[in-house]
């Protein structure tokens, strides 16, 4: 059954009796096959085309309604966690184990059990073979020919068949186990794919200026989790250049273990803060109220806050008041209805007024009205214009300040404790890739018999990524035979 | 004033692949070794022009070229002409280089063809492992462009045998070298493709706290990997060499292909940066 032929670039192993099989042998010579690797990863390939072409979890409204329940229903909507995908990765995984245990066997051998006594009709079917012809004596030739492959680097093992001198040469051994790292690299990142999964989590938690939280949401569900700690964040700032493009996005944030400080961090987006074992992510930001300070002939000082609802839309962040937008105070005796007609995020007032989508210079263009509600005319109202952080406007003895612009930050949180062994996993895979294709496991065979008027060498070579690389060896061989000293 | 002497350098360049382009075309029709010695020359010319054009860039920008389509293409050209460049040198052979060159042209001509304003550095880019992850990964598709081509070579010669006709095999490289470098060449593309995929990964962890989202710039990335690992799997088997394996190198490519651009022109997604 061809299924159990090594082929070994010429040296082959010898297969087992063709004889009548049950299931599990049938199954185990099924995934011991490279062909099943051969058919199975282009289907992987093919499968996962699936996932970028189908929207991925997205709400229903993304899809069309009449294919929606087919595509639910098939596992379509969230492909690569799906059954058909899973069964994929696991027939892989199945193939990729059987195939490493079918093979140790042989690559063990071949690194520490060599064959010296190779026939001659096996070195003459090596990927490369010479017959030579010396004066010398079959010893006088052998030595040649071992300083030859000596000088090459090669281990030699030398035997004796009859009259014959035979010699094995080996390199480049560790090129052997190229293929066997890359393949257990694969297992080690399923393995921590799947610790990350099971153990881990991805969430989202929002935190305004001068605010705290000790728990977080959980993705696509949004149940609420405890962190075990606090986190507030002291200060939320974006950096940005002259032309208003940012350049940072920094959430100053401060960790908190039974009311005392812990750890703090200013995080940005590819510098997340990690605090026993939870990681946070610079992942969004907006505005999220308003403070106005009012002041009245008196001198008395009321404060009242607006809220300030951020959304995302194709034409940038939006931002508007969402609690009522105006607040009716009374102080010295007098009243005054302050109204929040309109808000900027990004004030730098003359006709544009906004200059970005983000909250650099927030500010609100204010009304009053004395007189409200009796009087609610147009009229009554009085524009004081915009006011950003710090900036005041008088009426009627009364002042009114924008105090506070309360900006928030939007962290994702996450844990993975499959890391480590994915990041191995990528190392091993590294290393694996690079010992299969740039550690060139080569072999050299040689028979030196007795022939009329001095030695016949036959040569073989086997050389398993690069047949040109043997090429310089064989030179080698041919000049050490052809020069005229004895050794 | 940088950016704009940035671009004519590399216009300037392209004129000159375009020349090098038709030198080699001529070679594999011509008598003497005139017109691929020319082609030979004028490539090193403009990889020269090339290379200050990349330094200007760097310079105007504050960063290695890799940001927008402009500046990736601009990259990606000069590697396919290093990569080429040193496969002439090994393999001896100027015919791999009627294919090479008219693709680097036109690609480079399509780079000309782009908005070639300096785009800010969004925060989400800074980050050491972003020059490791670009590098890598041009490094890999410039690779597989020229394995593509070694396969086209092969299936011609392949074609040409079996047809008796020698008026293009005695300029083309043999099958067995043919074959042989195409395999060589996706052996380092893979390696470089694995790198740019476990540094991209690393470096979406970093960011967003997920290494693997399934993506569809990473999911094809995969895809592209998974193409190429079953082209390797293929090349233990004596059977799945030649004419298949030629074939699977094709496939590769057109993943390869559609990694780099049919993600970001016609999906959306994380790696939509490039607008």
Same mark, same amino acid.
């Given at each position: 059954?061809?299924?159990?032929?090594?082929?070994?670039?010429?040296?082959?192993?010898?297969?087992?009796?063709?004889?009548?099989?049950?299931?599990?042998?049938?199954?185990?010579?099924?995934?011991?096959?490279?062909?099943?690797?051969?058919?199975?990863?282009?289907?992987?390939?093919?499968?996962?085309?699936?996932?970028?072409?189908?929207?991925?979890?997205?709400?229903?409204?993304?899809?069309?309604?009449?294919?929606?329940?087919?595509?639910?229903?098939?596992?379509?909507?969230?492909?690569?966690?799906?059954?058909?995908?899973?069964?994929?990765?696991?027939?892989?995984?199945?193939?990729?184990?059987?195939?490493?245990?079918?093979?140790?066997?042989?690559?063990?051998?071949?690194?520490?059990?060599?064959?010296?006594?190779?026939?001659?009709?096996?070195?003459?079917?090596?990927?490369?073979?010479?017959?030579?012809?010396?004066?010398?004596?079959?010893?006088?030739?052998?030595?040649?020919?071992?300083?030859?492959?000596?000088?090459?680097?090669?281990?030699?093992?030398?035997?004796?068949?009859?009259?014959?001198?035979?010699?094995?040469?080996?390199?480049?051994?560790?090129?052997?186990?190229?293929?066997?790292?890359?393949?257990?690299?694969?297992?080690?990142?399923?393995?921590?794919?799947?610790?990350?999964?099971?153990?881990?989590?991805?969430?989202?938690?929002?935190?305004?200026?001068?605010?705290?939280?000790?728990?977080?949401?959980?993705?696509?569900?949004?149940?609420?989790?405890?962190?075990?700690?606090?986190?507030?964040?002291?200060?939320?700032?974006?950096?940005?250049?002259?032309?208003?493009?940012?350049?940072?996005?920094?959430?100053?944030?401060?960790?908190?273990?039974?009311?005392?400080?812990?750890?703090?961090?200013?995080?940005?987006?590819?510098?997340?803060?990690?605090?026993?074992?939870?990681?946070?992510?610079?992942?969004?930001?907006?505005?999220?109220?308003?403070?106005?300070?009012?002041?009245?002939?008196?001198?008395?000082?009321?404060?009242?806050?607006?809220?300030?609802?951020?959304?995302?839309?194709?034409?940038?962040?939006?931002?508007?008041?969402?609690?009522?937008?105006?607040?009716?105070?009374?102080?010295?005796?007098?009243?005054?209805?302050?109204?929040?007609?309109?808000?900027?995020?990004?004030?730098?007032?003359?006709?544009?007024?906004?200059?970005?989508?983000?909250?650099?210079?927030?500010?609100?263009?204010?009304?009053?009205?004395?007189?409200?509600?009796?009087?609610?005319?147009?009229?009554?109202?009085?524009?004081?214009?915009?006011?950003?952080?710090?900036?005041?406007?008088?009426?009627?003895?009364?002042?009114?300040?924008?105090?506070?612009?309360?900006?928030?930050?939007?962290?994702?949180?996450?844990?993975?404790?499959?890391?480590?062994?994915?990041?191995?996993?990528?190392?091993?895979?590294?290393?694996?890739?690079?010992?299969?294709?740039?550690?060139?496991?080569?072999?050299?065979?040689?028979?030196?018999?007795?022939?009329?008027?001095?030695?016949?060498?036959?040569?073989?070579?086997?050389?398993?990524?690069?047949?040109?690389?043997?090429?310089?060896?064989?030179?080698?061989?041919?000049?050490?035979?052809?020069?005229?000293?004895?050794? | 004033?940088?950016?704009?002497?940035?671009?004519? /350098?590399?216009?300037? @360049? $392209?004129? =000159?692949?375009?020349?090098? #382009?038709?030198? %080699?075309?001529?070679?594999?029709? +011509?008598? &003497?070794?005139?017109?691929?010695?020319?082609?030979?020359?004028?490539?090193?010319?403009?990889?020269?022009?090339?290379?200050?054009?990349?330094?200007?860039?760097?310079?105007?920008?504050?960063?290695?070229?890799?940001?927008?389509?402009?500046?990736?293409?601009?990259?990606?050209?000069?590697?396919?002409?290093?990569?080429?460049?040193?496969?002439?040198?090994?393999?001896?052979?100027?015919?791999?280089?009627?294919?090479?060159?008219?693709?680097?042209?036109?690609?480079?001509?399509?780079?000309?063809?782009?908005?070639?304003?300096?785009?800010?550095?969004?925060?989400?880019?800074?980050?050491?492992?972003?020059?490791?992850?670009?590098?890598?990964?041009? /490094?890999?598709?410039? @690779? $597989?462009? =020229?394995?593509?081509?070694? #396969?086209?070579? %092969?299936?011609?010669?392949?074609? +040409?045998? &079996?047809?008796?006709?020698?008026?293009?095999?005695?300029?083309?490289?043999?099958?067995?070298?043919?074959?042989?470098?195409?395999?060589?060449?996706?052996?380092?593309?893979?390696?470089?493709?694995?790198?740019?995929?476990?540094?991209?990964?690393?470096?979406?962890?970093?960011?967003?706290?997920?290494?693997?989202?399934?993506?569809?710039?990473?999911?094809?990335?995969?895809?592209?990997?998974?193409?190429?690992?079953?082209?390797?799997?293929?090349?233990?088997?004596?059977?799945?060499?030649?004419?298949?394996?030629?074939?699977?190198?094709?496939?590769?490519?057109?993943?390869?292909?559609?990694?780099?651009?049919?993600?970001?022109?016609?999906?959306?997604?994380?790696?939509?940066?490039?607008?």
């Amino acid at each position: 059954m061809r299924n159990n032929l090594q082929e070994y670039d010429g040296i082959e192993e010898t297969a087992p009796e063709a004889k009548e099989i049950g299931l599990p042998a049938a199954l185990w010579r099924t995934f011991s096959s490279m062909k099943t690797a051969i058919v199975l990863l282009p289907i992987l390939a093919a499968a996962s085309v699936a996932g970028t072409i189908i929207e991925q979890n997205a709400p229903v409204g993304a899809y069309n309604p009449s294919v929606y329940p087919i595509l639910k229903a098939l596992g379509l909507t969230d492909f690569y966690h799906s059954g058909w995908y899973v069964l994929l990765l696991t027939l892989i995984s199945i193939n990729l184990t059987v195939c490493s245990i079918n093979r140790f066997g042989i690559a063990w051998r071949r690194t520490f059990q060599p064959r010296a006594s190779a026939k001659p009709g096996q070195t003459a079917r090596m990927q490369r073979s010479e017959k030579l012809t010396s004066p010398n004596t079959v010893e006088e030739a052998a030595g040649k020919v071992m300083a030859a492959l000596r000088a090459g680097a090669y281990r030699i093992l030398r035997e004796q068949d009859g009259g014959d001198a035979v010699l094995y040469a080996s390199k480049g051994r560790l090129g052997i186990w190229g293929p066997y790292l890359t393949h257990l690299s694969i297992l080690v990142i399923f393995a921590g794919a799947i610790l990350g999964n099971r153990l881990g989590f991805h969430g989202r938690v929002t935190i305004a200026e001068g605010d705290w939280t000790d728990s977080y949401y959980l993705e696509g569900g949004g149940q609420e989790r405890d962190l075990g700690f606090r986190l507030a964040l002291r200060k939320f700032t974006i950096e940005h250049d002259n032309d208003r493009n940012p350049t940072g996005y920094k959430s100053d944030l401060q960790v908190f273990e039974g009311g005392n400080p812990a750890a703090g961090k200013v995080i940005d987006v590819n510098h997340p803060l990690t605090y026993k074992g939870i990681s946070f992510f610079q992942a969004d930001y907006g505005l999220s109220g308003i403070v106005i300070r009012v002041t009245g002939p008196d001198g008395d000082t009321e404060r009242f806050s607006l809220d300030v609802k951020t959304q995302d839309t194709p034409a940038g962040k939006q931002y508007f008041i969402s609690s009522d937008p105006w607040k009716e105070v009374r102080l010295g005796g007098r009243k005054l209805t302050i109204f929040a007609h309109d808000l900027a995020p990004d004030y730098i007032g003359g006709e544009r007024i906004n200059a970005s989508d983000m909250p650099l210079n927030p500010a609100i263009l204010v009304m009053a009205n004395d007189r409200f509600p009796e009087y609610r005319g147009l009229d009554a109202w009085s524009k004081l214009g915009w006011l950003a952080v710090s900036d005041s406007a008088k009426y009627n003895g009364f002042t009114i300040t924008l105090e506070k612009a309360v900006d928030y930050t939007g962290l994702g949180v996450a844990r993975n404790p499959g890391l480590p062994a994915v990041y191995s996993g990528f190392g091993l895979m590294l290393l694996g890739v690079f010992i299969a294709f740039y550690v060139s496991h080569k072999v050299i065979s040689v028979r030196i018999s007795s022939s009329e008027g001095g030695a016949a060498i036959l040569i073989g070579g086997m050389s398993r990524s690069d047949p040109s690389a043997l090429d310089k060896d064989f030179e080698r061989l041919r000049n050490a035979l052809a020069s005229r000293a004895a050794r | 004033m940088t950016i704009k002497l940035g671009v004519t /350098l590399f216009q300037i @360049a $392209f004129v =000159i692949y375009l020349a090098a #382009a038709v030198c %080699y075309i001529g070679h594999l029709t +011509a008598r &003497r070794s005139t017109p691929g010695k020319a082609g030979r020359l004028l490539l090193v010319a403009g990889l020269l022009v090339h290379t200050a054009s990349l330094v200007v860039r760097t310079i105007a920008a504050g960063r290695p070229p890799f940001l927008n389509v402009y500046e990736f293409m601009l990259s990606f050209t000069w590697v396919l002409v290093l990569l080429y460049l040193a496969l002439e040198f090994a393999m001896k052979n100027r015919a791999l280089g009627a294919f090479n060159t008219p693709l680097t042209a036109i690609f480079a001509l399509a780079a000309l063809c782009m908005p070639s304003a300096v785009s800010p550095t969004m925060p989400a880019l800074m980050s050491g492992w972003r020059v490791p992850h670009i590098s890598t990964a041009l /490094l890999a598709y410039a @690779a $597989f462009g =020229i394995a593509f081509e070694l #396969a086209i070579i %092969y299936l011609i010669q392949d074609s +040409a045998q &079996r047809k008796k006709k020698s008026f293009w095999s005695d300029r083309l490289p043999d099958l067995k070298t043919a074959d042989h470098a195409t395999y060589r060449t996706i052996a380092f593309g893979f390696m470089m493709q694995t790198l740019a995929v476990t540094t991209g990964a690393v470096w979406a962890e970093r960011a967003w706290g997920s290494y693997w989202s399934w993506d569809p710039k990473e999911t094809w990335a995969l895809i592209t990997w998974l193409i190429y690992a079953a082209y390797l799997h293929m090349r233990t088997t004596q059977r799945w060499r030649g004419r298949k394996s030629a074939v699977m190198a094709i496939i590769g490519f057109a993943a390869t292909l559609f990694t780099l651009f049919g993600v970001s022109f016609l999906m959306r997604g994380l790696h939509s940066y490039i607008q």
